[in-house]
């Protein structure tokens, strides 16, 4: 089994510091591993924090539901808004696809610190990743 790569939140914080993103009104996490980026781009931005707690994969990885399952989510305003959707990882694409249909009234621009996203932290990372905040 391959060893997973390890990064620092120095790392991660000083590439959130280099990125530019488009102007958001509001920032959603995908919880629970997308809370600490989302968290950290958030304050960042100085937007609101809201957050959809998604499950599709075990801890190990592993599909344990057929799709994403919504299990909750905080209320948006109902008026149109530009979100940045935030996860940590985004492989499949399904997790996002479901907060995107979720989210169909606003405007929203996916990030990921991985994978396949509009903004991609770490684009170059094509192994697992041993996230600082993962226990």
């Not at 809201?50 to 799709?67: E, F, G, K, T, V």
């Not at 996002?96 to 396949?116: D, P, R, S, Y």
Request: net charge neutral; aromatic share 6%.
């Amino acid at each position: 089994m391959n060893a997973k790569l390890s990064l620092d939140f120095e790392t991660i914080s000083r590439a959130l510091k280099r990125i530019t993103l488009p102007p958001v009104e509001r920032v959603v996490g995908i919880a629970t591993s997308g809370i600490v980026p989302a968290s950290l781009l958030a304050h960042q931005l100085e937007c609101p924090l809201h957050l959809m707690h998604i499950n599709y994969r075990a801890p190990d990885n592993s599909p344990q539901h057929p799709a994403p399952v919504l299990l909750a989510g905080s209320i948006l305003p109902s008026t149109r808004q530009r979100i940045l959707l935030v996860d940590d990882v985004s492989v499949s694409g399904q997790t996002l696809m479901l907060a995107k249909e979720l989210l169909k009234t606003h405007e929203v621009i996916t990030f990921v610190l991985k994978g396949q996203a509009d903004y991609v932290l770490f684009p170059e990372i094509d192994t697992c990743v041993n996230w600082p905040w993962k226990v």
